[in-house]
C-alpha cells in the first residue's frame, strides 16, 4: 500500500486492516491534507478509536455521522480549509447523500482532499452500476491516494474483483465484459451470461494482476496475531409441534397451528415458503406468538454455562427482539445486548462496552455483524443463515481479532437435519472454506481458483 497509491487491500475480518491503512497513509504523508473515510455504520466508531490508537493524539476527527443536514454541510465546509491531520468519517448513506458537499463546488471540485479511504467497499460497490460506485469513482478522479479495503472481496470468480482493479487503474480496466471474457468461465444460461468459474488457462495472468495492484494478507501473516477459528455444525432437532408445522408448510405451503383452523400459517409463493421455512427453523415464535421458540434456541440454552458470554446470530431482524427476551427470562439476566441496524453509533459503543464489562450475550442480526470487536467472546452461535457468505464472514469475524483473549474461538451453526437448511449449510461451509484456502497463504491462491486441493 505504501509503495502503491491508489491501491485495494484485501484480508480476513480481524486481521488489522485498519491499523495497516493508517500506517499506510501516514507514511504517504497523506495526512498533509484532510483524510475523508467511507464505511458502513458500525465501522464509523472504530474508526474514530482506532485513528488516535495508532497515530497519536494531534489528530482532529470529525464524525460526520447521526447528525442534521445543516451540521454536516459546516463540517464539509470546514474540510475546504484544507488543514493537515483532519480526518472525516462517515458511512456510505450520508456519503451519497452528501456528495455535491463533499466534492465542492467551482475550479478546485474535490482538490482539498488528500486522501480516500472506502473500508468494506463490498457493502458500497461491488456492484459496478451502483450510485456509490459512480460517486466515489468521481470523488478520486484526480485524487492520487485512495484505498479500498474489504475482509469480504473474494469471491468464487476473478469478476467479484472488477469494480477493486477499477478503482486502481480506471485505462486498465475500463470494459468489464473484457475482463470477465479475459478471465472468468462464462456460458449461455437461461437469463443469459452466467459466469461459472475462474478460466483455467488465465489463471497465471489473474494472479500477477492481483499482485501488482492488490495488498492482499494472507493467512499465515496474521496466523500468529489471530485466534485459530473452528467452524462446526451444531445438530439439532425440532420439537413436535416445529416438525409438525414445518411438514404441513412443506407439503402444503399453509399450516394449522394446534388443529385452530383460524390460527393458519399461509404461504404465497414459494418463494414465500422459503422464508417461512428458514423463519420457523430460526424462531417459531417469529411467525406467530404463540409458538415456541424451537429446538435450536432450547438447544443453545442447554448448553450455556451459569454466566454466558457468547453471541447469538440470527438472519432475521424481529428474532433479535424474541430471541434476546426470552434469554433474559430463561437465564435470569438482564446483560443481553441486541445489536441491528439503525441503532446508532453512540449506542453501539455503548452496547459493546456493556456487553464486555458484564461477560454478558449479544444477539445480532447477521447483517449487522460486522466493523465491531468482541474480544472478549469465544463462542458465536448461529441460529440461521444468510445466504450471503460474505457477511457470514463478517459475523465469524467478530470475535476472531487479533486483540482477542482467547487461543481459539468457535462458530456453531445450529444445522436441522432433512431440510432447507442442511443444504444451505453445506453450501455455506465450502464456500467459505475456498474462500479461506484463497487466504491461507499466497502460493495456495492460484490452485484455490483452480480448484484444486492444496496438501
Known amino acids: 500500500m505504501a509503495l502503491r497509491k491508489a491501491t485495494g487491500l484485501i484480508a480476513r475480518p ?47 476527527i470529525h464524525i460526520v455521522s447521526g447528525l442534521k443536514p445543516a451540521e454536516r454541510a459546516k463540517l464539509w465546509d470546514h474540510a475546504r480549509t484544507g488543514e493537515a491531520n483532519n480526518w472525516f468519517v462517515t458511512n456510505y448513506s450520508i456519503f451519497l447523500r452528501d456528495f455535491d458537499l463533499i466534492y465542492g463546488i467551482g475550479h478546485k471540485k474535490a482538490q482539498h482532499w488528500g486522501a480516500n479511504v472506502n473500508d468494506e467497499y463490498h457493502k458500497a460497490f461491488r456492484r459496478r452500476k451502483s450510485q456509490t460506485f459512480a460517486k466515489i469513482k468521481r470523488l478520486t478522479q484526480f485524487m492520487e491516494t485512495h484505498i479500498s479495503a474489504s475482509g469480504s472481496s473474494m469471491g468464487r470468480d476473478p469478476s467479484t474483483l472488477f469494480t477493486l482493479l477499477q478503482m486502481c487503474d480506471r485505462r486498465a480496466f475500463s470494459s468489464y465484459w473484457q475482463f470477465v471474457n479475459t478471465f472468468c468461465l462464462v456460458i449461455d444460461g437461461y437469463a443469459g451470461k452466467q459466469i461459472v468459474g475462474a478460466k483455467p488457462s488465465a489463471i497465471p495472468q489473474f494472479k500477477a494482476i492481483i499482485d501488482k495492484y492488490l495488498a492482499y494478507i494472507p493467512d499465515a501473516v496474521t496466523a500468529d496475531e489471530q485466534p485459530e477459528g473452528v467452524r462446526r455444525a451444531f445438530d439439532v432437532k425440532m420439537t413436535p409441534k416445529q416438525a409438525n408445522i414445518y411438514n404441513q408448510l412443506a407439503s402444503e405451503m399453509y399450516a394449522v397451528i394446534d388443529g385452530d383452523e383460524t390460527n393458519v400459517i399461509m404461504t404465497g409463493s414459494k418463494m414465500d415458503l422459503a422464508i417461512k421455512l428458514r423463519k420457523l427453523l430460526c424462531c417459531p415464535r ?85 466493523s465491531w470487536d468482541a474480544e472478549t467472546c469465544e463462542t458465536t452461535f448461529f441460529l440461521g443463515y444468510d445466504q450471503n457468505t460474505g457477511q457470514l464472514q463478517q459475523a465469524e469475524g467478530r470475535t476472531q481479532r487479533a486483540i482477542s483473549t482467547h487461543p481459539y474461538i468457535q462458530w456453531k451453526y445450529v444445522k436441522y437435519a432433512q431440510t432447507i437448511d442442511e443444504a444451505t449449510l453445506l453450501d455455506i461451509d465450502k464456500t467459505l472454506t475456498h474462500i479461506a484456502s484463497v487466504m491461507s497463504r499466497t502460493d495456495r491462491f492460484i490452485n484455490a481458483l483452480k480448484g484444486v486441493p492444496n496438501e
Open 14 to 60: 480481524g486481521a488489522g486492516k485498519t491499523r495497516m491503512i493508517l500506517g499506510a497513509l501516514d507514511d504517504q504523508n497523506s495526512t498533509d491534507s484532510p483524510i475523508i473515510i467511507n464505511c458502513s455504520g458500525p465501522a464509523v466508531a472504530t474508526w474514530e478509536k482506532e485513528i488516535p490508537k495508532w497515530l497519536g493524539s494531534g489528530h482532529h
Open 286 to 370: 417469529i411467525l406467530d406468538p404463540s409458538l415456541e421458540m424451537g429446538g435450536g434456541y432450547d438447544a443453545i440454552v442447554d448448553t450455556l454455562d451459569v454466566q454466558p458470554h457468547i453471541i447469538i446470530c440470527v438472519p432475521f431482524r424481529d428474532a433479535c427482539d424474541v430471541v434476546a427476551a426470552q434469554l433474559k427470562i430463561d437465564l435470569k439476566t438482564e446483560d443481553v445486548f441486541i445489536i441491528k441496524g439503525q441503532i446508532g453509533n453512540d449506542e453501539l459503543k455503548k452496547r459493546l462496552s456493556a456487553f464486555r464489562h458484564t461477560k454478558g450475550i449479544i444477539v445480532t442480526t447477521i447483517a449487522a455483524a460486522e
